[in-house]
C-alpha cells in the first residue's frame, strides 16, 4: 500500500494558504472602494437633484412667473433674508470648489487641470499600493516577504482592467451614472493605466527575483503572454504621453486600438493561469460593448433615421480664414435628440487620406433639436413635431482634418466660381457625447466664450430662451448674460442668424444681455474669392469698432472705418444684431474679473451659473476671477451668493 507524502515543509503550506487568501481577497476590497467612491457620487448627484428640485419649488411657490426679468428684488432673495446656517454651509461650498475645481495647473500643450483631477488618480495609485504592499510578513517572520506581493501585484493589476476600460469607453455607464463628462473620465483613465503599468513592474519583478525555472520558465506561452502585454502596455502608456499625443492623435488612436486587443488577448490565458480571467473577459465584453454602441449609433444617425441607404449629406460653407460651419439636417427622431452642450464625434470621409471613413473628431453641436423660434406652447409643440432638426458645427482649422476640411470648402468653392456658397459632402456622425451642466436650478447665467468656443455657449442660451417660453416653471434662470470674444468683426456672421433668432424670442420674464468684444488682429487666408488660396494677409481689425452707448452709432463707426464690413452686414442678420439694444461691441479682450465682480453683486441672495468656453487662457482668468472671495468664495457666500464654474475645455487632455 503506498501512501502520498507532501513534500512541502507545512510552515510554506500554510504560508501559500495565507498568500492566496489574500491575493483573492484585497482585488476584491480594491473594487469594494471604487463601488462606494462611485456610490457617493450618485449619492451627491441624487442630493444636487433633490435640492435643485426643492429650490426650484420654493422659489416658483414664493414668486409668480410673471415676475419681469428687470425686477431683481422680486426675483431674488435680499441678502440679509440668508439664515446662517445657509451662509456657512455655501461658504464651505465655495471653499471646496476653489481648492478643488478653480485652482488649476498647467501640464503642457494647452492643458490645465484641477486639484480633484490631480488627487484622484494619486489617491487611486496609493490605494492600489497599500493593498499591494500590506500584511506581507511570512510566517517566518521575513518583511516584505517577495512571494507575498509578487502574484498580488499581478491580480490587482487584471482586476482593475475592467475599471480602467470603463473609464475610457464613450458611451460611458460611469458618466452617466455620476454625470461627469467622458472627457473628464478619461484623464483618470489615462492615470489608472500608468497605475497598473506600475502594479505590472512590481509583478514582474519580483517574478524575476524569484527566477524564471520550471513552472515558470520563459519558454511557457502563458508566461510570454504575459510579458507581450506587458510590454504593449508600456508602449501605449509612452505613446499616450501628452506630447505625442497633440502631434499625432489620430496615429496614436489607431496604435491604441490595436494594443489593447493585444493586451486583452494575451492576459486570458496568462491570468488565466492563475484563476484570474473572470476580470480580462469583462473589459473585453464592454471594449467591444463600446466599439459595437459607437457603430449603432453612427448607422442609426446616417442612415436608418432617415430611412435611406444614402448617408447623411452635410453642408460645410468657409466662415472665415480659419473657420468653417459645417451643417447636418436629420429628421426629428426620439432616439436622436441631443443636450444644450453635447458634442458628437464628426467624419467627413472627404478631408481623411484617401476619403477613408474612420476618422472621427468631437465638436460640440452649436444648435438644439428644438427651434428656438418659437413663441408660444402650441407653438413648441407645432416645433416637436416639425420634421427636421438641425446640428449646426463652428470648427476652427487647425493643421490636421480640419485644415483639410476648410481648404476642401475653399478649394471647391473657389473652383465653382461660388465664392462661400456651401458645399454638400456625406458625412457620419457618432454621439451625442458630454455632460453638460444643468442649469435648471440657477437664477443667473453667464456664458463666456472665445472664438469656436461659442458653440458650447450658444445653445445653453437658446435653451433658456426656449424653455422660458415652452416651460417657465421648469428654470429659474431670469438673467443670461452672454460673452463672446472674437477675434474679428465679421466672426460675428457664424452665429448671427441664429443668435438674432434667439434674441427676437426672449420673453418679457428673462433678461439677457450679449456682450461682443472684437480682440485685433487675424493672420490668415483673404475672404474674398479673387485672393489665391495660399495668399496670407493682415486684416487689422484694431481699434474697429470702440464701445458705444448707442447701436445705431456703432454700425455707422464700422460703415466709416471699414466699408467693407459695413456692406457685408449692411441689412443681414449681423447688422440687425449691430442694432439691437441688448447687444453691445467693444474693442479689446474681455475683463472677466470685472464682468464676474458685477455679475456676482447682481446675483446677490442668489445662485449664479458660470460657463466658460474657448482657449486656455480664458478659462484661466475665469478661474482665477473665480477664486477671488468677494466673486465667488466666502464674501460671495456672506452675501448668499452660490457660484458653480463649468469649464468646458476643447483641448485634449
Ligand atoms: C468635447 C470636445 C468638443 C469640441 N468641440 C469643438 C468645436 O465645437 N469646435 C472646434 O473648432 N473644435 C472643437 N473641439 C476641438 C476639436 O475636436 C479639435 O480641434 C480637432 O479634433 C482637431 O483636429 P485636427 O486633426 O485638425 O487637429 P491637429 O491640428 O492635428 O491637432 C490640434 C489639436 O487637436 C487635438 N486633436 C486632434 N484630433 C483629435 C480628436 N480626434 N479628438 C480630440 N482632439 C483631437 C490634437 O491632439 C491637438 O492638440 C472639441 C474637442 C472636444 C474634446
Known amino acids: 500500500m503506498s501512501t502520498n507524502v507532501s513534500t512541502t515543509p507545512p510552515s510554506s503550506a500554510a504560508d501559500g494558504a495565507i ?31 433633490l435640492w435643485n428640485y426643492r429650490k426650484i419649488h420654493s422659489i416658483r411657490q414664493a414668486s409668480p412667473t410673471t415676475t419681469p426679468a428687470n425686477d431683481v428684488e422680486l426675483q431674488t432673495k435680499p441678502p440679509n433674508n440668508v439664515n446662517p446656517l445657509m451662509k456657512a454651509g455655501l461658504s464651505v461650498l465655495s471653499l ?18 484641477s486639484l480633484a483631477e ?8 496609493a490605494a492600489l499600493l497599500t493593498w499591494e504592499l500590506i500584511n506581507t510578513r511570512d510566517l517566518s517572520g521575513v518583511e516584505f516577504s517577495t512571494k507575498y506581493w509578487a502574484n498580488r501585484a499581478g491580480a490587482m493589476a487584471a482586476s482593475q482592467l475592467t475599471f480602467v476600460v470603463a473609464l475610457a469607453g464613450k458611451n460611458n455607464i460611469i458618466s452617466f451614472l455620476t454625470g461627469i463628462s467622458y472627457e473628464k473620465l478619461h484623464i483618470i483613465h489615462r492615470a489608472a493605466a500608468r497605475s497598473l503599468l506600475v502594479l505590472i513592474f512590481i509583478h514582474l519583478s519580483a517574478r ?8 515558470d520558465s520563459l519558454t511557457i506561452g502563458w508566461i510570454r503572454c504575459g510579458i507581450a502585454a506587458g510590454s504593449a502596455l ?23 486600438h490595436f494594443f489593447v486587443l493585444i493586451i486583452l488577448c494575451c492576459l486570458i490565458p496568462h491570468a488565466g493561469s492563475g484563476g484570474y480571467a473572470k476580470f480580462v473577459w469583462p473589459a473585453l465584453l464592454l471594449w467591444g460593448l463600446d466599439r459595437l454602441l459607437r457603430l449603432s449609433r453612427i448607422i442609426y444617425s446616417t442612415y436608418l433615421q432617415h430611412r435611406t441607404s444614402i448617408p447623411t449629406k452635410a453642408s460645410i460653407e468657409v466662415l472665415s480664414s480659419d473657420a468653417l460651419r459645417v451643417t447636418v439636417t436629420l429628421r426629428r427622431s426620439k432616439l436622436l435628440h441631443w443636450r444644450p452642450g453635447q458634442s458628437v464625434h464628426l467624419c467627413v470621409p472627404v478631408a ?37 432638426m438641425q446640428m449646426k458645427f463652428i470648427i476652427r482649422a487647425r493643421d490636421g482634418f480640419t485644415a483639410r476640411l476648410h481648404h476642401y470648402a475653399w478649394d471647391s468653392a473657389v473652383n465653382a466660381g461660388r465664392g462661400r456658397d456651401p458645399r454638400f459632402v456625406k458625412a457620419y456622425l457618432d454621439g451625442p457625447y458630454g455632460a453638460p451642466p444643468s442649469v435648471d436650478a440657477f437664477q443667473n447665467l453667464v456664458c463666456i466664450a472665445g472664438g469656436s468656443g461659442v458653440s458650447f455657449t450658444l445653445p445653453l442660451l437658446m435653451d433658456v430662451v426656449r424653455r422660458n417660453i415652452s416651460n417657465p416653471q421648469g428654470l429659474l434662470c431670469r438673467r443670461v448674460l452672454f460673452v463672446w470674444s472674437i477675434r474679428d468683426i465679421e466672426d460675428l456672421d457664424w452665429i448671427a442668424s441664429d443668435l438674432r433668432k434667439t434674441l427676437s424670442s426672449v420673453s418679457s420674464s428673462l433678461e439677457v444681455e450679449v456682450c461682443v468684444f472684437v480682440t485685433g488682429t487675424r493672420r490668415g487666408i483673404a475672404m474674398n474669392s479673387t485672393t489665391s488660396v ?6 487689422d481689425t484694431k481699434n474697429l469698432l470702440t464701445l458705444e452707448k448707442n447701436a445705431a452709432d456703432r454700425v455707422e463707426e464700422a460703415q466709416t472705418s471699414d466699408s467693407e464690413h459695413a456692406t457685408k452686414f449692411s441689412g443681414g442678420d449681423a447688422d440687425a444684431l449691430l442694432r ?12 472677466v474679473t470685472e464682468i464676474l465682480a458685477e455679475e456676482s453683486r447682481r446675483s446677490e441672495g442668489s445662485s449664479m451659473l458660470v460657463c466658460v468656453s474657448g482657449p486656455t487662457s480664458l478659462a484661466t482668468s475665469v478661474r482665477s476671477a473665480l477664486c477671488k472671495s468677494s466673486i465667488a468664495g466666502v464674501g460671495a457666500a456672506m452675501r448668499g451668493t452660490n457660484v458653480s464654474l463649468h469649464v468646458e475645455g476643447f483641448a485634449v487632455a
Open 19 to 49: 498568500r492566496n487568501g489574500r491575493e483573492a481577497l484585497y482585488p476584491q476590497e480594491v473594487w469594494w472602494m471604487i463601488s462606494c467612491t462611485i456610490a457617493l457620487l450618485i449619492s451627491l448627484r441624487a442630493i444636487s437633484w
Open 96 to 113: 471646496t470648489r476653489i481648492l478643488a475645481f478653480r485652482f488649476s495647473y498647467s501640464i503642457g500643450y494647452g492643458s490645465r487641470i
Open 118 to 125: 490631480a488627487l484622484t488618480p494619486a489617491a487611486y495609485l
Open 208 to 215: 524575476k527575483k524569484l527566477g524564471f525555472v520550471g513552472d
Open 234 to 256: 508600456t508602449t501605449l502608456v509612452i505613446l499616450g504621453n501628452r506630447y505625442i499625443r497633440s502631434k499625432m492623435y489620430e496615429g496614436f488612436l489607431i496604435i491604441h
Open 352 to 388: 481623411s487620406p484617401f476619403w477613408h471613413p474612420f476618422e472621427f473628431h468631437p465638436f460640440t453641436i452649436a444648435t438644439i433639436p428644438t427651434d428656438v423660434s418659437i413663441a408660444s406652447k402650441s407653438d413648441v409643440e407645432k416645433a416637436m413635431h416639425d420634421d427636421n
Open 534 to 539: 495660399k495668399e496670407t494677409v493682415e486684416i
Open 580 to 591: 439691437d439694444r441688448t447687444v453691445s461691441v467693444s474693442s479689446g479682450r474681455a475683463q
